[in-house]
């Protein structure tokens, strides 16, 4: 019985966190996106955020970003200067395909910083990505 439940691989979807300058408050702010690199849209899509260090953590945080086009990417929240010291997952769940498909991304501790940004695909911008 376990071995027919065909559990699906996520490619081409990623998390990334970028640093970018935010007009309405005049400062530069972390911000973590959802990308789809891939050549269909992604539905239902669910992420649960959450930061923890040793006895310390962060709330619970469910964002629901319905669909992300092909090739395009969603802001899922702003990360907080304080927190980039903490571990950060980030749980997505969504559907392509009629399957459900389910990951989880971790930012380590003190990993979301400038000496770790690349190019992303479809943002325009350089960033930290845990694919």
């Known amino acids: 019985m376990k071995k027919d439940i065909e559990i699906p691989v996520v490619k081409d979807v990623y998390v990334a966190v970028v640093h970018e300058w935010n007009a309405e408050f005049l400062s530069q702010d972390w911000n973590a996106y959802l990308i789809n690199d891939k050549e269909i849209p992604i539905e239902g899509v669910l992420v649960v955020t ?47 395909e009629g399957k459900l498909y ?20 479809v943002l325009d911008q350089r960033g930290v990505l845990v694919k």
């Open 102 to 121: 389910d990951k989880k991304y971790i930012f380590r501790k003190h990993s979301i910083n400038e000496n770790a940004m690349q190019e992303l695909p």
């Open 50 to 96: 959450k930061g923890y260090q040793g006895d310390r953590k962060t709330s619970l945080l469910r964002h629901g970003l319905g669909t992300v086009a092909a090739k395009s990417a969603a802001k899922i929240e702003v990360i907080q200067e304080e927190l980039l010291a903490f571990t950060n997952e980030f749980t997505v769940t969504f559907f392509a």
